[in-house]
């Protein structure tokens, strides 16, 4: 199946947030990359993942996606606290995409590595990233967000030295932002 442009406002974000990114909102309107087995292929090739672009990886890529999106929408403690723990319900969703694959460590001439395993190939950009999204939390949770612009639905892992990136983009939602306050100042004079 070839593939055409990916439409999508924001891409390039690790392969858990990537397919979060599948859903985005243009002119007010909610837009799904995953609405056919054809943004399956554009998905799955912007992502060098090579598995076939049929019903069975679609429908267990949105489940992996639904189950991201329990995690990582779920508010964790309050306050901006950064509550480590997940509900129960959204965490179990996530381990049973994982319960799909495994990896199988090896040695390799260059030295310790992995393998990723499934129980069945379709399995695998789902499990994938799930899997991306346990190292992310591993890594830096506190930088795994969503765009502060109200309207906008799109997650980035804030790769910023600082830490302080708000925005999906500063091109978009960052100067509707701008934008949106400027016209609130001027019109208050």
């Not at 054809?38 to 189950?67: K, M």
């Not at 949770?141 to 302080?164: K, M, Y």
Request: net charge negative; aromatic share 6%.
């Amino acid at each position: 199946m070839s593939t055409g442009p990916d439409p999508r406002p924001l891409t390039g974000e690790p392969v858990s947030l990537d397919l979060l990114n599948t859903r985005w909102v243009h002119d007010g309107a909610v837009r799904d990359l995953l609405a056919d087995k054809e943004g399956l292929a554009v998905w799955l090739a912007g992502n060098g993942l090579d598995f076939p672009a049929d019903d069975t990886v679609l429908r267990h890529t949105l489940e992996a996606r639904d189950a991201l999106r329990a995690a990582v929408d779920t508010p964790h403690g309050q306050d901006g606290d950064q509550d480590p723990r997940f509900p129960a319900q959204a965490a179990a969703r996530v381990d049973a995409v994982l319960a799909h694959g495994r990896v199988r460590l090896t040695l390799t001439d260059r030295g310790p590595g992995g393998t990723p395993e499934f129980d069945d190939a379709s399995w695998g950009p789902a499990w994938l990233a799930a899997r991306d999204y346990l190292e992310l939390l591993q890594a830096a949770p506190d930088r795994i967000r969503r765009c502060a612009h109200e309207a906008c639905v799109l997650h980035f892992f804030d790769t910023s030295r600082n830490g302080t990136r708000r925005w999906c983009s500063m091109a978009a939602c960052g100067n509707r932002a701008k934008a949106s306050r400027h016209y609130a100042r001027t019109k208050e004079s």
